[in-house]
């Protein structure tokens, strides 16, 4: 695989020609792993989600994108627009690092609409001649043909004091005609924390403080933060990097969750909240956004990755995805995450569907690749309660490749295991996830398989699994295992 220097992971865009580029998008068109109804690069690598805002009729969505191979190198940020959340449109590249305070790298931030305008505040990377890092948080406008108009000097130059040059990803709203923004941050002691600003005019801004959650020395940085109102509550999202991993939490080499309150006072700048919560029990999810759309839901995204992890399309100069959008609501507690409805739209033919009673193994007979939305329904009769049942996704003819999911009812946990499951990466993480649940008297799984990916939704929502896989030619089928007799209803949908 390519060793990239220093000097070739930061050469702009423009030194490169269009033949080359075009040359180099044909080669990643020709990976075998290439998505089919997810957002991912044409080239290079894709990482966090920006700038997500509903604005004049279409959603609006950006991206973190390094063009030139799968590396973390110069970052820019590419435009999609959407009137469905559904199919995206490609709008090319909307900002580049190309002033004084972002030479090293368009970093994350969001997008809000002020005066008729979509607008957006983000972090521009600048590196010393000492590569010491300063962080400029800078606002930029949307014009009429696409174009961004950037505000400098920046809205917020540099790092506060008692904070380190780790300070990025600011999230704007506005309320009551103030804007305000969350911006992750690290103190000068090397634990995580959000501070809190506010603008009358998206322009001038003054720092409020540290936001209070109630989590004095938990990681050394918190990416990402986002927070919002949803059914009467106050949630903070945000990506704390450093946590150890506990029981079956805290895996992956950095998290992401959310706290709950049930109010948050400006004034006070205090979350009072039962606890951290991660968001996604799977292998590969990280750095969120939220927008809220027309008619009122908050809508979900992510990167369908992780930093400093390497991943099998690296060698092919392309890598990762953006998650599937979902809506967002608050039950007892939890964030619940569903698959927006608008997705529906995907579906071509149903072309299994199956009830009744199950004891043993059946092969869910169908033709094609990993391209499929799958829906499972399981009860567990009382008295076979703790027989486990098993279901295989990605398998070969001899099931000895296979991405297995276990529902335990003996313990309530459900387990996803990619040990066997394609090209092996990452080992060194683990290759099993849990995610403990309720009850599981009844169990019901919503799953969406594309080509490299498979996410789980448990419940309605009530958990998720977020995972990369890498299957090979041959390794498409479908398994239910019953360790006892289950009653189980099962649909399957081929995806356009």
Known sequence: MKEWTREERYKKLSDYSDNYLDELAKRVAQSPFRQNYHIQPNTGLLNDPNGFTYFDGKWHLFYQWFPMGAVHGL?????????????????????LPDTEYDSHGVYSGSGFVKDGQLHIMYTGNVRTE???????????????????????PPAIAGNPAGYTDHFRDPKVW???????????AQRSDETGTILLYRSVDAVEWELMGEVDAG???????????????????????????????EGDRYHNIFQTGYVIADDFRLDELKLAHDGFRELDAGFDFYATQTAESPDGRRILTAWMGLPDVAYPTDSEDWAHCLTLPRELSVKEGKLIQQPVRELVALRKEKSVSEAGLLAGEKRIERNGGNCYELQLDLAFPTSDKHAPVTLDLCADAANDKRFRITLDPSTNKITIDRSRCGIPFAQSYGTTRTLAVGQMDTVKLQIFVDTSSIEIFVNDGE?????????????????????????YSLALWELA
């Open 75 to 95: 970052k820019h940020w590419f435009h999609l627009t959407s009137t469905d959340l559904v199919q995206w449109n490609e709008e090319g590249v909307a900002l």
């Open 130 to 152: 000492k590569w010491e890092r300063v962080p400029n948080q800078i606002v930029a406008r949307m014009e009429e043909d696409g174009s961004f108009t950037k505000f400098l």
């Open 174 to 184: 506005e309320q009551h005609g103030i804007y305000y923004a969350v911006i992750g």
């Open 215 to 245: 989590l004095p020395d938990f990681g050394y940085m918190w990416e990402c933060p986002d927070l919002f109102e949803i059914d009467g509550k106050t949630v903070l999202l945000f990506s704390p990097q450093g946590i150890e991993p």
């Open 463 to 487: 958990g998720t699994f977020t995972s990369r896989v890498f299957p090979q030619a041959g390794e498409n089928g479908l398994s239910l295992v019953a360790g006892s007799t289950v009653d």
